[in-house]
Each structure stands twice: as structure tokens, then as C-alpha cells.
């Protein structure tokens, strides 16, 4: 069959336009091709509005911790510094409630940095962990945790927030752990441009 046509034929992925001299020998077979879902719109889908509503709560926690470290908490805070740490009490709480104050700004406004701001948030909450740890050791009251119970509640609730800052953030998905978070992220965080 030969022929011109200049008809432009409706097709899921965009038009097509047929030009020039057309030949045809033998059968046809038209196949639709669905285009692939970019990686970067896979990402943004999977951080639902829960995930989101999560990260916020946690950056806002974070933040409001921080100052609480610089402010009206200090004291109570500098109780919970273990013996064993070689700094100052208050040079160690000043340090955590800046560190406190940059992770939460980091969750409440860098988006686009979210996974590698999850992983932070985590190691931070398990760096700071052997102080609940010597906390509930040593029976050191502060903050109303007064028995050994409400302190072990405390200790409990600690790897809660690891989890709450690798869910929130994305961090915690089916690819980080295989192929590797950092990767992960790189590949699918939009362009700096």
C-alpha cells in the first residue's frame, strides 16, 4: 500500500503525524507502548500526606526539643548527660539543642532533602540513646520520669523515633535497604537547576 498521509493519529503517549511517501508490505501490528513513570514522580508518590503530616510533627518536635535544650529545659536536660561523656554538661545539652533545632528547621523546610535527612534524624536518635540508657541506669530523675518504670517507658520509646524519622522521611523504603539509601536518593531527587 502506498500513499501521503498528513492526518495526525491520536495515541496514549502524544500524537503522531504521518508525512511523506508511505509504503507498506505485508501485515501490520500496532502495539501500544506506555511510557515508564519517571523515578522521581515514583518517589514523590510514595511520600504520602500521613508520611508528610509525620515529618512535620517530628521536625516541629525537634525543634521545639532544641530550644527547650537552650531555654526553660537546661537543667533538666544537663541531669541527663551521662558521668562517662569528657564535656562540659552544658556544653554537651548547648551542642544537642542546636543539632535539635537544625534537624527540625531541616524537616520542616528542606523537602527535596528529606531520605538524607531521615537518616540523620536516626543516627542522632541513636547517638543519643546511651543517655536515656544511663538515665534509666543510674534512677536519674528529670523531666517527671521519676521510677524505674516511667524511665523504662522513656528507654522504649526511644527506638520509636528512629523508626518515626525513617518512615516519615522515606527513608525507610523497599530500595534503601537493597540497593543502598544514598544512591536511592540521588537517583531520584529532582535537578538542582
Avoid: K
Avoid at 48 to 58: F, K, T
Avoid at 130 to 150: E, K, R, Y
Wanted: glycine content about 8%; aromatic content about 10%.
Amino acid at each position: 500500500m502506498t500513499g501521503r498521509s498528513t492526518n495526525a493519529q491520536r495515541c496514549p503517549g502524544g500524537p503522531i503525524t504521518l508525512t511523506g511517501p508511505i509504503t507498506l508490505t505485508g501485515p501490520i501490528t500496532l502495539t501500544t507502548v506506555t511510557r515508564p513513570q519517571p523515578r522521581a514522580a515514583t518517589a514523590r508518590s510514595r511520600h504520602s500526606l500521613p508520611r508528610l503530616l509525620g515529618q512535620l510533627a517530628l521536625g516541629a518536635f525537634l525543634l521545639l526539643a532544641g530550644i527547650s535544650h537552650l531555654t526553660f529545659n537546661r537543667e533538666a536536660f544537663q541531669a541527663q548527660v551521662p558521668a562517662w561523656v569528657p564535656l562540659d554538661t552544658d556544653t554537651v545539652v548547648v551542642l544537642s539543642g542546636i543539632a535539635e533545632i537544625t534537624l527540625g528547621v531541616a524537616l520542616l523546610a528542606l523537602h527535596r532533602w528529606r531520605v538524607p535527612v531521615g537518616w540523620v534524624v536516626a543516627l542522632f536518635f541513636v547517638a543519643i540513646f546511651p543517655g536515656n540508657i544511663s538515665q534509666f541506669v543510674t534512677a536519674t530523675n528529670s523531666f517527671g520520669l521519676d521510677s524505674d518504670l516511667s524511665r523504662g517507658i522513656r528507654l522504649a520509646f526511644q527506638p520509636v523515633l528512629v523508626l518515626w524519622a525513617l518512615w516519615s522521611t522515606g527513608a525507610w523504603s523497599t530500595g534503601a535497604w537493597s540497593t543502598g539509601a544514598w544512591r536511592v536518593w540521588r537517583t531520584n531527587r529532582p535537578s538542582e537547576r
